[in-house]
């Protein structure tokens, strides 16, 4: 359990001093994944985001050792760094207990990067991957990404006179991790930082690969005032739109259940990103959102493992 | 003279060998013909427990040099090998090792790029990235094959640069020969242990490594890595120095054979100079004076040492196993004619692109070529690039 | 900062890509990016430490377990800690940069 208190009185791992946007929900990731990670860490980013605004030469805003190669790669590049680990481990050239976490943003995860992370993952390296999922290609400006929910503007797929913004669902790569059978997945909001750093702080205790898929409200790319940016996340989880749950093992649990589950409109009206969705003509994308959202809840809660087993 | 062992190995279990003597501590490795033999070998080792070395079986070779990067940044010895595709794909990757100044070993056995796929021998793979930042050193046998890669580990951890060790695909990775190879624990003498100097598993010592540099700073750090490819020269050669003090075989920058006196020469990189060198043989009975220069060191070009020992010929011949698709000369051509201008020689130099897709190249072509050479000296006018080989 | 004129040239910079140290990034300041400042007001804070556990810029000075003020070469603006602060009538208000009050106008922490 991270301990506010106590945390603030230890060196920040993450610091002030880079470039994010203000109000970056990123940055508020790599802050609070850190506290729940703690000094003994090796960070591995792709490319993305976070790692240009943490680390232009020659100010860096890690203070844990940290490696940044290429885009598509945050999982190849930490394997690596975890298979010497395990390399002098055996040779008796290190004993420090060392957590590996690679971040990639939903660009270098769900597309240009999940070969790595399949890879890695099936692998079996003691890594936890983090993916920032801010639902586009935010770093060169707001493109698509396999992660972009169905009608969101974006700049590749700009709503328009012939097209209407992403046509396509986005994909469940929760999901796949789940299929990948790793010991723990999870998905967490910026905004519940006692979910997220509990996550964290859980998934750094098991033994193999992890992955955490958090959701990050950017107010740039979505178009909203940065204060809101924990409204954003909250949200995410009210609507349902993000659920937050865990699957230890391949059994499923939600960490959060609304008291009452809020219609996604409530969240898709305060971003500039599906401005275009509140005109009457649009509805009928709306309706789609609502209905893959609440088809997806019901889905996830039948997977829920009844919490008390059946007498025999 | 330090203990050896005579065997019998072909250029990948020879370069395998040399991988279980490094004893790195990390491979991480994807198969692709006709190198997959070497880490295959090499796992069997690891199998067996006979190496310390993590084996990271990744799912592509983007992946693994992604995963040597990792280990080697985090302060590990850490080895790879592939061939043509992968070499490709991994080609972005390459250019990122070097520019992170990290000393990573590749044994890349040459095969020819696609289009059209062929798995056979030439040199447009290594070719390809010669501009990568890596020190490319080229094998002719099994035997150099064995010898460089132990070298290349003392070159690679101390100019901090990352080199590619080749060999010809199928020629030399799957032939037979006979080999010495050197006792388990002179070749863990030589190679030493790796002292990186910034490393991610030292927490008493944090570093960032891999940073974005803006237009302020990008240059410095190239300029740096130019300076350290330069300086990896005279590493190479102390490198080989001591290896011909302990083990009685000498290597430099390249190798001469019959050339001091000869009017007439070859450069021929890989295997083809071994058949060079027979028909050099053939020929200098019969009264020609025929020679050979086989670079062995590709990058860094040793521009003003092979222009002095090229100096003196009446007429040069530059084998090209690869065709930069430049509309004109390859890529060997390119380097020697830079080479000879810059010292103002002004020979004739012809080139030849042969042995293309693994196009055997035979020991009647090669004298052909010096018969080739000597009208040239005469004065009978050549084309400046021919295809020796080809169906026309 | 480092200004142009004193930046390294090739022969003295440490070799490779190489950032050796961690946090550098303390020594860049974005304080200049606000156009609205946060103000605290010490005798409503609870120290509960919301703001501070979601400020992306660590912009929040914490002594001994409780906000002692804001490192303004550092805060953005963004306003997430006047949003998140739990306290009814708030501990913190944001008031735009160019009006904020004497006191805080030079910068620095205060």
């Known amino acids: ?312 | 003279m330090a203990k050896t062992n005579i065997v019998a190995k072909t250029g990948n279990e020879a370069m395998a060998e040399a991988m279980r003597q490094i004893n790195p501590d990390v491979v991480a490795a994807y198969p692709i013909t006709p190198a997959t033999e070497i880490v295959q070998i090499f796992a069997g080792y690891v199998a067996d427990g006979v190496v310390d070395t993590e084996f990271v079986p990744v799912e592509s070779e983007h992946s693994a040099m992604s995963a040597c990067i990792g280990s080697s940044a985090a302060g590990g010895r850490t080895m790879t090998g592939t061939s043509s595709q992968g070499l490709a794909l991994m080609a972005e990757m390459l250019f990122i090792a070097a520019g992170l100044r990290l000393p990573i070993v590749l044994a890349d056995v040459n095969r020819t790029l696609s289009s059209p796929i062929n798995i056979h021998c030439d040199h447009s793979d290594t070719m390809m990235i010669r501009d990568a930042g890596w020190v490319q050193i080229f094998s002719e046998n099994a035997q150099e094959a064995y010898d460089n890669m132990i070298q290349a580990v003392r070159i690679a951890e101390t100019a901090r640069v990352p080199v590619i060790v080749t060999t010809d695909g199928f020629i030399i990775s799957h032939g037979m020969e006979r080999i010495e190879i050197l006792d388990d624990q002179e070749v863990k003498k030589f190679v030493g242990e790796y002292k990186p100097k910034d490393y991610l598993l030292n927490f008493d010592k944090i570093v960032t490594l891999g940073a974005l540099d803006l237009t302020d700073y990008y240059f410095e750090h190239k300029r740096q890595q130019i300076e350290a490819l330069r300086n990896s020269k005279p590493v190479i050669l102390d490198t080989a120095k001591d290896f011909a003090e302990k083990f009685g075989r000498s290597y430099g920058l390249f190798e001469k054979y019959k050339l001091d006196d000869a009017e007439l020469a070859i450069v021929a990189m890989g295997s083809t100079a071994g058949t060079a060198k027979v028909a050099i043989d053939e020929l200098r009975d019969k009264g020609m004076k025929v020679g050979l220069l086989k670079p062995r060191v590709f990058r860094p070009f040793p521009k003003e040492e092979i222009a002095e020992a090229l100096k003196g010929m009446k007429a040069i011949a530059v084998m090209d196993r690869s065709d930069a698709m430049t509309g004109h000369e390859g890529p060997l051509c390119l380097e020697i004619k830079a080479a000879l201008y810059d010292k103002g020689i002004n020979k004739t130099l012809v080139n030849y692109i042969y042995g293309l897709g693994g196009r055997e190249i035979r020991l009647d072509e090669i004298e052909a070529v010096y018969k080739d050479l000597a009208d040239a000296a005469r004065g009978k006018p050549q084309e400046n690039v021919n295809y020796l080989g080809v169906r026309e | 900062m480092i200004e142009k004129k004193t930046k390294p040239g090739w022969k003295t910079l440490p070799e490779g890509d190489v950032i050796a140290g961690g946090g550098t990034a303390q020594e860049f300041k974005t304080g200049d990016w606000r156009s609205k400042r946060p103000i605290f007001i010490p005798e409503k804070c609870i120290h509960c430490l919301t703001c501070w556990v979601y400020c992306p810029d660590s912009a929040i000075m914490v002594k001994d377990g409780k906000v002692i003020g804001y490192d303004y070469d550092h805060c953005k603006g963004c306003g997430i800690c006047e949003h998140e602060c739990p306290v009814k009538g708030k501990a913190i208000t944001m008031s735009l940069e160019r009006e904020a009050k004497p006191e805080c106008k030079e910068g620095g922490k205060k």
């Open chain 1, 1 to 312: 359990m991270v301990n506010l208190k106590e945390i603030s009185k230890q060196k920040a791992l993450f610091t002030g001093g880079h470039r994010a946007c203000a109000g970056c929900g990123a940055a508020i990731i790599a802050r609070q994944v850190m506290m729940a990670a703690g000094p003994n860490t090796v960070v591995v980013s792709a490319t993305g985001c976070l790692e240009v605004v943490s680390t232009i030469f020659p100010y860096t805003a890690w203070n844990v050792p940290f490696l940044h190669s290429a885009f598509e790669n945050a999982a190849a590049t930490i394997s690596g760094v975890e298979s010497l680990y395990k390399s002098w481990l055996r040779q008796k050239k290190i004993d420090k207990k060392v957590n590996f976490i690679a971040f990639g943003g939903d660009g270098g995860t769900y597309d240009i990067g999940i070969q790595a992370l399949s890879g890695a993952m099936e692998r079996g390296h003691n890594i936890l991957y983090v993916c920032y999922n801010n639902e586009a290609y935010m770093n060169t400006g707001v493109q698509r990404s396999g992660a972009t929910p169905l009608g969101a503007d974006t700049t590749t797929a700009p709503f328009g006179k012939v097209k209407k913004g992403k046509e396509q669902y986005r994909k469940d790569l929760t999901g796949i991790m789940v299929a990948h059978r790793i010991p723990y997945v999870a998905q967490a909001v910026v905004g519940n930082w006692r979910d997220l750093t509990g996550k964290v702080e859980k998934a750094l205790s098991i033994e193999g690969p992890k992955f955490i898929n958090i959701f990050q409200p950017c107010r740039l790319g979505w178009a909203y005032d940065p204060a809101i940016t924990c409204d954003m996340g909250r949200l995410a989880a009210d609507t349902c739109i993000w659920p937050l749950y865990e699957v230890v093992n391949g059994q499923y649990k939600l960490t959060y259940k609304p008291k009452v589950k809020k219609p996604v409109l409530e969240f898709i009206k305060l971003q500039g990103r599906y401005r275009h969705l509140l005109k009457p003509e649009n509805q009928g994308i709306l309706d789609d959102i609502q209905a893959i959202t609440d088809k997806s809840w019901e889905e996830l809660l039948k997977k829920e493992a009844p919490a008390v087993s059946p007498v025999a």
